[in-house]
C-alpha cells in the first residue's frame, strides 16, 4: 500500500456514517449554518431523517435572499457540509446539531462571496508556504435588561468581580458548562471593567475553529441570556461613558512547529515585529473589517482601553498593538482594534494578511511606545467614522486582501450602513451618543 493511503483513507468521512452517529445520540434536527457578509449565522432547520439528503449532496438554497450573496436571477447555490465543523447545541438538550457548510459557484467551485472559503483560502495559501496561523480571542460583551426596547445595565459589577450578588452568575455559569459540553473550551472568564459587562476567551486554535467557534459561542450565549429574560450582546458600544466590547486577538505564526512569535530574550522576534509593522502599515484601511459597524467608532474613543492611535507596545494596554510580557516572555502579540460585531472569517483574513505582508516586506514598526497611547501627539490614529474607514479600505493595497468580488460587495455594504446612518444623524453631534438606530441594529443582531 502506498505510504500515506492509510491516513488517507482514515481521513475520508462518510456522510450516512455521520447522519447514524447524530442519530444515534439523540439528535432530533440538523441546523445547516452558511454564514453571511456580517459573519452572521443564516440557517434551516430540519430533522434528521430529511436531513440525510443535505449531509450527503449539499444543501440547495435562494443565494439571493442573504444579502450580497446573488442576484435573483442568478440564486441557485449548493452548499456542502463541512465534517470538520459540527456542533450539538447542548444548550437546547443536545437536540439540534449545527453543521457550518461552504457555498459553491454554478461551476462547482468556492465561492468566494463566503467568509468561511475566504478564509479556508487565505489558509491554505499559508500552509503552501509552510506557514500556519494561531488565534485567541478575548471576548467582551454585555449583558443587560430591556425596559421599553432600551438596554439597562443588569449588574453593579467591577472589574474582577469577586461579589456573587454583584454579578450576573446564573447566566454566566450557564453559558461556562455550555462551552465546555461544546467542546470549545474556556480558559478563564471574568466581570469586565464596564457594569454588566463579561469577558470570556477562546483558548488558541486554527483561525477557522476558532471563527467557527465564536459563531456558535454567540448563539448559545444569546439563547442562554434568553432564558433569564436577558439580552447578551456583542454591540461594541451599547452605553456612552462606560467602556465598550472588544475582541482583542492574540496571535502567532507558526512553522515546522516552531513559534515564529516566541523570543529567547525579551525583546520580539525579526518575524513579530516585521508582522507588527504590516498590521500598523494598514491598520486604518482594515479598521473597517476588524470594526464594522458605525457603533464601532464609538468605542474607538480615548481612556476606555479601546486603541484609538495606531501604534504598539510591551504590556500596554492603551495601544493598538500590545505585546504580552509577562516575566518579560514574548511569544504572541495582541492585536486590540477588533470588536465583537466583526465577521471573524473576513477579520482573520485580513489581519493575517497584513501581518504576512510585514513579515515578506521587512516593514518596520516605529519604535515601541511605553506612555499611555491617548496622549500621544503626531501618530496615525484609527478612522473617526464607518465611512471614514470605507474610504481608507477602498483605496487601500488592502482593498485585495479580500478576493475582489468580496471586496467590492464589503465595501459597499458597509457604504450603505453608514450612508443609512447619516441620513438620520449627523455625525459630529451625536458622536457622544448612542442613538435608537443603533440600538435597533446593533443590540440584538451583533
Not at 443564516?42 to 438554497?61: C, H, N, S, V
Not at 474556556?186 to 459587562?197: D, F, I, L, R
Request: proline residues 7%.
Amino acid at each position: 500500500m502506498p505510504q500515506g493511503s492509510i491516513k488517507e483513507t482514515l481521513s475520508r468521512v462518510d456522510p450516512l456514517d455521520v447522519w447514524r452517529i447524530l442519530k444515534s445520540a439523540g439528535v432530533k434536527y440538523v441546523k445547516p449554518i452558511i454564514i453571511d457578509i456580517h459573519g452572521r449565522p443564516r440557517a434551516e432547520l430540519m430533522p434528521i431523517d430529511a436531513a440525510k439528503d443535505i449531509l450527503t449532496d449539499g444543501m440547495p438554497f435562494d443565494g439571493s435572499s442573504i444579502q450580497s450573496y446573488a442576484t435573483v436571477n442568478k440564486s441557485d447555490f449548493v452548499a456542502l457540509p463541512d465534517f470538520r465543523s459540527m456542533f450539538i447545541e447542548s444548550w437546547n438538550s443536545s437536540k439540534i446539531v449545527d453543521v457550518f457548510l461552504s457555498v459553491l459557484d454554478d461551476s462547482g467551485k468556492p465561492n468566494m462571496l463566503d467568509p468561511r472559503n475566504v478564509l479556508m483560502q487565505t489558509l491554505d495559501e499559508l500552509a503552501a508556504r509552510n506557514l500556519y496561523a494561531k488565534v485567541g480571542v478575548e471576548i467582551e460583551f454585555f449583558i443587560v435588561k430591556l425596559n421599553g426596547g432600551k438596554p439597562e445595565l443588569a449588574d453593579d459589577g467591577l472589574y474582577f468581580e469577586g461579589r456573587n450578588a454583584a454579578m450576573l452568575v446564573n447566566p454566566i455559569t450557564k453559558i461556562l458548562e455550555n462551552l465546555e459540553a461544546l467542546g470549545i473550551g474556556w480558559s478563564k472568564t471574568h466581570h469586565e471593567v464596564a457594569p454588566s459587562q463579561y469577558e470570556i476567551n477562546i483558548p488558541a486554535n486554527d483561525p477557522l475553529k476558532v471563527a467557527d467557534m465564536i459563531v456558535v459561542y454567540k448563539l448559545m450565549a444569546k439563547d442562554v441570556a434568553n432564558e433569564f429574560g436577558l439580552v447578551s450582546t456583542f454591540m461594541p458600544k451599547p452605553f456612552w461613558g462606560i467602556n465598550g466590547s472588544g475582541a482583542h486577538t492574540h496571535f502567532s505564526l507558526w512553522r515546522d512547529g516552531v513559534n515564529l512569535f516566541e523570543s529567547k530574550t525579551d525583546e520580539v522576534t525579526e518575524e513579530c515585529r516585521y508582522s507588527i509593522g504590516g498590521i500598523l502599515k494598514f491598520a486604518k484601511a482594515i479598521s473597517v473589517v476588524v470594526a464594522p459597524t458605525v457603533n464601532s467608532y464609538k468605542r474607538l474613543v480615548p481612556h476606555h482601553e479601546a486603541p484609538t492611535r495606531i501604534v504598539w507596545g510591551y504590556a500596554n494596554r492603551s495601544a493598538m498593538v500590545r505585546v504580552p510580557y509577562y516575566g518579560k516572555r514574548v511569544n504572541r502579540i495582541e492585536y486590540r482594534h477588533p470588536d465583537p460585531s466583526m465577521n471573524p472569517y473576513l477579520a482573520f483574513t485580513v489581519m493575517v494578511k497584513a501581518a504576512v505582508y510585514g513579515m515578506d516586506n521587512k516593514v518596520e514598526p516605529p519604535a515601541p511606545v511605553s506612555d499611555v497611547a491617548y496622549e500621544l501627539k503626531g501618530v496615525p490614529e484609527t478612522p473617526a467614522t464607518l465611512g471614514e474607514a470605507v474610504e481608507e479600505f477602498t483605496r487601500s493595497e488592502a482593498f485585495k486582501f479580500l478576493p475582489g468580488e468580496m471586496a467590492k460587495a464589503y465595501a459597499e455594504v458597509k457604504s450603505q450602513e453608514w450612508s443609512e446612518y447619516s441620513s438620520v444623524y449627523n455625525w459630529k453631534e451625536t458622536w457622544n451618543v448612542i442613538t435608537p438606530w443603533e440600538i435597533e441594529r446593533y443590540l440584538k443582531a451583533a
